[in-house]
């Protein structure tokens, strides 16, 4: 048995200690919000927060992440109002296909947590290894800007 502490919940989980941990958030916890994109932690989609560094899920093995507290797109916001990420996601129009979001979001609000004012030196390589096949990149950037209150 392995516990993770997934958005504050405990969850014991049976499962083998080198599962990578996406699959035990999507397919044994339930949490579908972190996505599968690659398999090899090149595009981002699912980018979680493992003790508030964004990881890339689908490499950590859960043995990795036991102990350590887990936040998924899921529970990034609070009392039922969006992260304010979220609402500059919604108002700079950002999501296109929706795929990578998640996971742009995730990286996006670590950046926000590390340095509450990023430059855009800081944006660019905060983001560099999310994808997105829509290239909202230039609403992605305007979308931070605005969370950090730099727009």
């Not at 949490?31 to 989609?45: D, I, N, Q, R, S």
Request: with cysteine; charged share 15%.
């Amino acid at each position: 048995m392995i516990r993770l502490t997934i958005n504050g919940t405990k969850h014991d989980l049976d499962v083998p200690p080198d599962m990578p941990l996406l699959w035990a958030i999507r397919d044994v916890v339930g949490l579908t919000g972190t996505k599968f994109g690659c398999g090899v932690a090149a595009c981002g989609a699912c980018t979680v927060h493992l003790s508030g560094a964004a990881v890339r899920s689908c490499q950590v093995p859960v043995s990795a992440a036991a102990g350590q507290p887990i936040t998924t797109i899921e529970g990034i916001a609070k009392n039922g109002k969006p992260h304010p990420v979220q609402d500059a996601w919604v108002a700079e129009n950002v999501p296109q296909c929706g795929y990578c979001q998640s996971g742009q979001i995730m990286s996006a609000t670590a950046l926000l947590a590390e340095k509450p004012k990023p430059t855009d030196a800081d944006i660019s390589a905060a983001m560099s290894g999310n994808i997105c096949r829509c290239a909202m990149y230039p609403r992605i950037k305007k979308a931070i800007k605005r969370a950090a209150g730099i727009a």
